[in-house]
């Protein structure tokens, strides 16, 4: 079996495989690779006369959590801006840390990112530890490795190996180190929100994971989008009931935004879902639709855009049903690509988000890693010509590039959940064989 070109003869692959890897070691390199790059940081700056600034995002942070911290409710006693309500109550804890330790407000918020970093690492760790357990009792099987050469099977990541490396690049690759560290952008804390329900729902926390959804919600909006997942879970065996969770799921959303709506400004909370967003920072397709001139985006209604969000999931959830996806995580990465293609807000700082599903696959396969760099690549040419040329053609052929190489990404992780299945599928006949 091919294990994506490591042997124990190849000497890089050998060192890579002699690693400790259990979840010790990744919180110590973890925590050793980002105390060195934060203590270089402020080491440079207070050498150089510059100090670690709070950058924009953080200061708008801070001025959310004062208003918790003078005893004010968003949208109720307190004039809110255009974030989710409970995002102001979670600002709170990086500032208490600052009041408490005397440390910066743009040190304290960097730790607080660079933990939500870390927390990402182990919720990864263990969805694919879990994934990937049963492997050295399966790879014996010869009808369940061979069900086809082309499968994206998890049976080729060496058990041990996947779950700490998926891990170890998630969090301590660049772009998650900048995000965390040099950007400071609370996507970090969005990815924990996302990943946050899976790991729940692989522990069979069913209720737990609704009401976290509906939290997360409340904090960032993208968890919403997750409240089909219960569909795809392999418990309850009633399909009927996971349906009911899902609807729980999105009920405990209502419930969250159910004060800030009816007791609350709620037109300027409304606004949350009627707002377009089409300033330089966001690489949207429909965005750039709207910047060529083929329709003016704040003229069509919130229900056409958010009926279009609607109906494009539908069709991959129907997808995965077909293919009998069985596995909330496996079917939560699809689902999160396509509402991030066709919100009319789209940033870079996203990916990160959709990193938690598919930085796992990086093992592989080389192609894979091609494909992700794609991802990127795209994005990076679209902030150089954004620069450089401002140019809405040639900006808008470069967002649906861009919007292909996720659809890869979709496409990929349906067919390794078509995979999975197929092999749970075995599983069973073999037990009952």
């Not at 006369?49 to 208003?67: C, H, N, S, T």
């Not at 989710?84 to 600002?91: E, N, Q, T, V």
Request: one cysteine or more; aromatic letters at 16%.
């Amino acid at each position: 079996m091919v294990r994506f070109g490591l042997n124990e003869e190849n000497f890089f692959a050998k060192f890579i495989l002699d690693l400790p890897r259990d979840k010790k070691q990744l919180f110590l390199y973890q925590f050793g690779v980002y105390s060195i790059i934060l203590g270089a940081l402020i080491l440079y700056l207070s050498l150089t006369g510059g100090e670690l600034e709070v950058v924009a995002d953080q200061l708008m942070f801070v001025r959310r959590g004062k208003v918790i911290l003078r005893g004010d409710i968003p949208f109720i006693t307190a004039i809110a801006g255009q974030s989710a309500p409970l995002s102001y109550y979670l600002w709170v804890i990086p500032l208490l840390v600052s009041d408490f330790t005397g440390i910066s407000y743009s040190v304290s918020f960097r730790l607080f990112f660079i933990a939500a970093n870390i927390i990402n690492s182990f919720l990864i760790y263990s969805i694919i530890e879990s994934l990937t357990q049963d492997q050295d009792h399966e790879k014996n099987e010869e009808n369940l490795t061979t069900t086809s050469s082309r499968s994206v099977s998890a049976l080729s990541i060496p058990a041990k190996l996947s779950p700490f490396l998926s891990a170890l690049i998630f969090s301590l690759n660049p772009f998650s180190i900048d995000l965390a560290i040099f950007w400071g952008s609370d996507e970090t804390i969005a990815a924990l929100l996302i990943l946050l329900p899976c790991w729940l729902l692989r522990k069979r926390l069913p209720f737990l994971a609704a009401v976290v959804i509906g939290i997360g919600a409340g904090i960032k909006y993208f968890p919403v989008v997750l409240c089909a997942i219960f569909i795809f879970n392999d418990r309850p065996r009633n399909f009927l009931l996971r349906v009911l969770l899902s609807f729980m799921a999105f009920g405990s959303v209502v419930l969250v935004y159910f004060p800030f709506y009816f007791w609350g400004d709620t037109e300027r909370l409304v606004d949350q879902f009627n707002r377009t967003t089409i300033e330089g920072g966001n690489q949207g397709v429909l965005t750039m639709l709207a910047r060529v001139g083929w329709f003016d985006m704040d003229e069509l209604p919130t229900i056409v855009r958010w009926g279009f969000i609607l109906l494009i999931c539908t069709i991959i959830g129907l997808i995965m049903l077909k293919k009998e996806i069985d596995d909330p995580y496996l079917a939560a990465g699809p689902f999160l690509i396509i509402a991030l293609i066709t919100y009319s807000k789209y940033q870079f700082s996203y990916i990160l988000m959709i990193n938690v599903f598919i930085v796992p696959y990086f093992l592989l396969s080389w192609k894979n890693i091609v494909a992700y760099f794609a991802v990127f690549l795209t994005m990076g040419i679209f902030s150089l010509v954004f620069v450089m040329y401002h140019n809405n053609l040639l900006l808008l052929f470069i967002s649906v590039i861009h919007a292909l190489s996720l659809l890869f990404w979709v496409v990929y992780l349906i067919h390794f959940g078509d995979s999975q299945a197929n092999r749970n599928r075995h599983k069973i006949i073999l037990a009952n064989a």
